[in-house]
C-alpha cells in the first residue's frame, strides 16, 4: 500500500472509488448518472467524459453520484452539483476530500450540514486503472444534495409511504425531500437525507 500526495493535486484526476462504497451508497440511492468519469472508472451506464465536459451538461431529472477531479477545478464541481440539485436533479450524492476550511466546502457543502454529511473513517483506498490501490493522505466525506420540493400536500399511500397528493411524488415529511424514483422495488425505509424511519402507522 503507498501514499500518494498526487491524489491532492491536478496531476492525478482519475483515481476511481472504491467499489464497495460506490455499491453501498448505490444500494440506497440508486444513481443514473456519473458526471465527471472516463470509461474505464465509470459507475454509472450513462456518464461524462471530460472530453463532453460534465460541467457543461445538464444533470436535469439524473440520480447523480459525483467523485470530481480533486484538482483546482474542484471548487466548479460542487458549484455545479448544488445548482443542478436546486434546477431539478433528483439528488447528488459527492465523495468529496473532507477539507472543510475551503471555499467550497463553506459555501455549499454546510448548507446540508449536519445530515447531508458522512465523515468516513479512516483513509480511503482509491483505484488506478491497472487496479493497483492507493490510500489517500487526506480524510474523506460523502456530501448529499437532495432536491426538496417546497409546495407538497403530504398525505400517506396505501402502502403507508408519505406521498404529495397534487404530484404523486413521495416527500419525506420531516425535512420535506422529493424522493421520486423510490418506487418497487426502491421503497425505503427511512430518508436518506434526515435518516427518519417511516412505519406504516405514522
Ligand atoms: C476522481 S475520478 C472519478 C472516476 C469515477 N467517476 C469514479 O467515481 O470512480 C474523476 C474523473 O473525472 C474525469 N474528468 C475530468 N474532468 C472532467 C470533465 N470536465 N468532465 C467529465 N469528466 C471529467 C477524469 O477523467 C476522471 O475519470
Known amino acids: 500500500m503507498t501514499i500518494n500526495k498526487g491524489l491532492f493535486s491536478s496531476a492525478s484526476p ?3 472509488t472504491p467499489q464497495d462504497l460506490f455499491d453501498r451508497l448505490n444500494k440506497e440511492y440508486v444513481f443514473t448518472l456519473d458526471p465527471c468519469a472516463s470509461a474505464w472508472n465509470a459507475k454509472c451506464p450513462k456518464y461524462f467524459t471530460k472530453e463532453q465536459n460534465g460541467l457543461l451538461l445538464s444533470w436535469y431529472g439524473e440520480r447523480v453520484f459525483m467523485n470530481p477531479p480533486y484538482g483546482r477545478e474542484i471548487g466548479k464541481w460542487i458549484a455545479k452539483a448544488y445548482k443542478e440539485v436546486q434546477d431539478g436533479a433528483h439528488l447528488a450524492v459527492c465523495l468529496l476530500p473532507a477539507r472543510t476550511d475551503t471555499r467550497w466546502w463553506q459555501e455549499y457543502v454546510m448548507k446540508v450540514w449536519p445530515n447531508g454529511i458522512e465523515f468516513l473513517a479512516g483513509r480511503l483506498k482509491f483505484v488506478g486503472q491497472n487496479g493497483t490501490k492507493t490510500s489517500a493522505p487526506f480524510p474523506s466525506a460523502i456530501v448529499t444534495f437532495l432536491h426538496v420540493y417546497k409546495d407538497a400536500v403530504i398525505e400517506y399511500s396505501a402502502i403507508g409511504f408519505p406521498i404529495d397528493t397534487k404530484t ?18 426502491y421503497l425505503l425505509s427511512r430518508c436518506p437525507r434526515c435518516k427518519r424511519e417511516w412505519s406504516f402507522t405514522d
Open 168 to 185: 404523486g411524488l413521495y416527500i419525506c415529511p420531516t425535512c420535506k425531500v422529493e424522493l421520486r424514483g423510490f418506487s418497487g422495488p
Open 14 to 16: 482519475e483515481w476511481a
